[in-house]
């Protein structure tokens, strides 16, 4: 059984390709044969040419790297879509289309144009269709337009599984469609490891920050107090804040940056998928987070786990909590991640089988 998975693929964001090669995987495991659905995604700069140029040049050794990395972890590409179009004309052989996971249904990260594509809005009737941890990346449906609303509503229907990553994802769905969806994990917390990237690595003495928002002396102050506590200097990953003494890495493959979490002494970060690889990696960490309205994710995975004390939005929180400094019980956490797990899975493989055995029935 062939199965195509529209998600976003082609990304810088070591996030994007982690949840990506993540989701691959799982449905490997489960015996089908996966294709990547190589639809063109565009990333809007606000800033002028010339410095989109200069920084396209800046990147063009991560992105290489990058580009090897999915050369050899990701499954096949289908033919290259420019546009939804293209996708609806001529659209790939396969049994069934999966979306997700990611904000795959945040409507302002896909361009308006392909944004139909992302709720499978193409192949024949006869395709199968589901999602496995799709996002909106909002509390609330987005998209105002009734006719708009109705269409994708009607696809969603259709769908032999429907699943989503968080709670809110659910409440859209049922408010805005009347559906019912399931509740599953990121499909990077699907494995409890990812020793094909890991296997013989050595812990390293450095306390590694990942930040994705723009880096202020909030997160400054703190990773000084972790290197402090941990004995180890500091190395920084992702968007440049340049600190004296301090070890810099900027945007490293998605390789490069599981391997300096898997080895690292401790983790400071506020992103989510930094957060799934140093629970994976069973690593101590905090997350400092300036709010904006979109932490639900990261407060929701760290509740879930017991560990929501570990989550900071202000820097006089954190210089008085311990909770940072505490050891972190990971086989209480393993056994819930586990729970988390095995339910996730039961849903994807129950959503295969389904297809799978339809599929056998026609043959015969």
Request: proline share 4%; hydrophobic share 35%.
């Amino acid at each position: 059984m062939k199965v195509g998975v529209l998600t976003y693929h082609d990304e810088l964001s070591q996030g994007a390709t982690f949840q990506a090669y993540a989701t691959y995987r799982a449905l490997r495991e489960l015996g089908c044969d996966v294709e990547v659905i190589d639809l063109h995604h565009i990333n809007k700069s606000p800033r002028p040419k010339w410095q989109v140029i200069l920084i396209d040049l800046y990147l063009a050794l991560s992105k290489y790297r990058q580009a090897k990395f999915r050369r050899i972890f990701y499954p096949p590409y289908s033919k290259h879509y420019n546009n939804l179009s293209e996708l609806q004309k001529y659209p790939p052989a396969i049994d069934a289309a999966c979306v997700g996971s990611d904000q795959t249904w945040n409507v302002s990260i896909a361009t308006k144009e392909n944004m139909p594509a992302f709720f499978l809005d193409f192949g024949p009737s006869s395709l199968f269709r589901f999602s496995y941890a799709s996002s909106f990346g909002y509390p609330r449906w987005q998209i105002e337009d009734s006719n708009e609303t109705y269409r994708i509503g009607k696809i969603l229907s259709n769908y032999v599984g429907l699943s989503v990553r968080e709670v809110t994802g659910q409440q859209i769905l049922k408010e805005a469609f009347d559906i019912d969806a399931t509740l599953v994990c990121d499909p990077t917390i699907l494995h409890s490891n990812y020793q094909e990237f890991t296997k013989g690595l050595k812990q390293k003495n450095e306390v590694v920050c990942y930040s994705l928002a723009v880096s202020s002396n909030l997160k400054l102050q703190a990773i000084k107090d972790i290197s402090e506590f941990a004995g180890a200097p500091i190395r920084w990953l992702g968007k440049p804040f340049f600190v004296k003494g301090t070890r810099y890495t900027y945007f490293p493959d998605f390789y490069r940056w599981f391997r300096f979490i898997a080895r690292s002494k401790y983790v400071l970060t506020d992103s989510f998928h930094g957060t799934v690889a140093a629970l994976l990696c069973h690593k101590p960490f905090a997350v400092i987070y300036e709010e904006n309205g979109l932490s639900s994710r990261i407060v929701d995975l760290l509740t879930k786990v017991g560990l929501q004390d570990r989550i900071y939005f202000n820097y006089n929180d954190f210089s008085k909590s311990d909770a940072w400094r505490k050891p972190i019980d990971y086989e209480k956490v393993d056994v819930i991640l586990e729970e988390y797990r095995k339910s996730s899975w039961n849903y994807l493989n129950g959503v295969i089988e389904t297809i799978r055995i339809t599929c056998n029935k026609l043959i015969k």
